[in-house]
């Protein structure tokens, strides 16, 4: 009997492993964590993480319903800037996951540096991790400290090697910072997957009427609008404004919101 008991117990254990194995399909899962953001891009057993929401625990939940449970390891998180929203769980995550590296705009605040040692980028920096390249368009490198959090949020085109998907990912940038790069065709150089538009765009800032204009719209046209938020916010995120615009242009409406987390497969 006990042998038979270790027999079923080593063939359950070999049946959890097999189904927690990754699949060989790229994708990228916007959590659930409420009002904020964290934003994961998978593929087998390599993760990097955009953001790691506030500090309610959502984002340990949508790691573990992605990552296999033996996987430990986040190669990568890059935070867009210092607002709770985006770094509050990132004691929660330290405590469950050991990370690679750390990337950021360089002005998180001295209490988070010294528990995590980020590596600045700003404009025109890449991340390259596995199929994934990530290319920073926002900050440029001589942002000032003194600008606003939102202002100085890291915003950049991530994009799949072999593949024409790509994904805007916004942080909190905000419409200033949009119509630059706008204006000075940064959209348009060295992006050839934007010359069709993009596949998806992580509205920034939780859908908030300072960011996500018609111009920077118009220039990208992306097919899927993503916007991590929380229901019944006071903040009144999304905007009628903005969900106005990116229905206007023709782009499909995704909230965390309404739907929970959101999983875009790559193909």
């Known amino acids: 009997m006990k042998r038979l008991i270790l027999f079923l117990s080593l063939i359950g254990l070999i049946g959890i492993f097999y189904f927690t194995l990754p699949d060989n399909q790229p994708k990228v899962i916007v959590c659930d964590v409420g009002q904020g953001d964290a934003i994961l891009a998978e593929y ?7 953001d790691v929401g506030p500090n309610n625990k959502k984002v340990l939940r949508c790691l573990e319903n992605h990552m296999p449970f033996w996987d430990k390891t986040i190669e990568v998180v890059v935070l867009s800037h210092g607002d709770s929203d985006h770094v509050g769980g990132l004691d929660d995550v330290l405590k469950s996951y050991k990370v690679g590296k750390f990337f950021s705009n360089g002005y998180l605040d001295e209490e988070i540096e010294q528990k995590i040692s980020s590596e600045k980028i700003s404009q025109n920096d890449v991340i390259s991790l596995s199929l994934f390249d990530f290319e920073v368009v926002w900050p440029e490198p001589s942002v000032a400290k003194a600008m606003d959090g939102n202002e100085n949020s890291v915003a950049g085109i991530l994009m799949v090697k072999n593949s024409d998907w790509s994904m805007f990912l ?5 419409m200033e910072a949009e119509q630059k790069l706008v204006w000075r065709g940064v959209l348009r150089q060295g992006y050839g997957t934007l010359e ?4 998806v765009l992580k509205v920034s800032h939780h859908g908030s009427r300072t960011a996500t204009s018609q111009e920077l719209l118009e220039t990208i046209r992306p097919k899927i609008g993503v916007i991590s938020v929380g229901k019944n916010n006071r903040f009144g995120h999304p905007t009628d404004e903005i969900l106005g615009r990116l229905k206007n242009i023709g782009t499909e409406i995704k909230r965390t919101d309404e739907v929970g987390e959101i999983v875009l497969e790559i193909y």
Not at 170 to 174: K, L, S, V
């Open 170 to 174: 916004t942080g909190d940038m905000e």
């Open 196 to 199: 069709n538009g993009v596949d």
């Open 44 to 50: 087998k057993n390599i993760q990097i993480l955009f």
